[in-house]
């Protein structure tokens, strides 16, 4: 699809992803919003900031969730690319059919470097949810960490030469 359309369904989901993050479900991340933005201005801010990648997760063709992708800024003294899912969203019914463990592996997959995933401490489901996921994508290998309310998995990906053969 489009950015454009992309974008679009993004923007009719995004008020269902707010409600499942107030309702402590499988939202993930607390929301960015930052007071007095529009849902549109947030989202564009997205697919406009080159350190964001938006991704539409699709089952079957259908969209059914979206992901943002954050990178951080490396400084000289530490040149490996650093990253986060800074937003993660499957919509009802499809939370736990696979869907958004698949479009996570596929994510860190994707990306080669330093990840961190943080999860409230108030939201267990989401803590088992990344726990479960990151531990798969690594074989045990990640680090957990918890404090100032969250609860964060850092763990390292080997990028797209990783997931060959799987």
């Not at 079957?60 to 990178?71: H, L, N, S, T, W």
């Not at 490996?80 to 596929?106: D, T, V, W």
Request: charged residues 25%; proline residues 5%.
């Amino acid at each position: 699809g489009t950015a454009r359309a992309d974008r679009d369904w993004i923007e009719d989901t995004y008020g269902e992803y707010l409600a499942d993050l107030t309702a402590d479900t499988t939202g993930v991340f607390p929301s960015l919003t930052v007071t007095g933005q529009s849902v549109t201005e947030i989202i564009q801010g997205w697919f406009h900031d080159d350190r964001c990648t938006a991704f539409i997760v699709l089952r079957e063709q259908e969209p059914v969730g979206f992901a943002v992708v954050q990178r951080g800024v490396s400084g000289a003294a530490d040149p490996k690319r650093h990253y986060r899912p800074s937003e993660f969203f499957i919509r009802q019914p499809f939370p736990n059919r696979g869907a958004g463990r698949g479009a996570a592996m596929l994510i860190f997959a994707r990306y080669a470097g330093e990840w961190t995933v943080p999860e409230q401490s108030r939201n267990p489901r989401a803590i088992k949810f990344w726990r479960g996921v990151v531990a798969e994508f690594t074989n045990g290998k990640f680090r957990e960490k918890r404090g100032q309310g969250e609860v964060a998995h850092s763990f390292t990906s080997a990028g797209p030469v990783g997931v060959v053969g799987r």
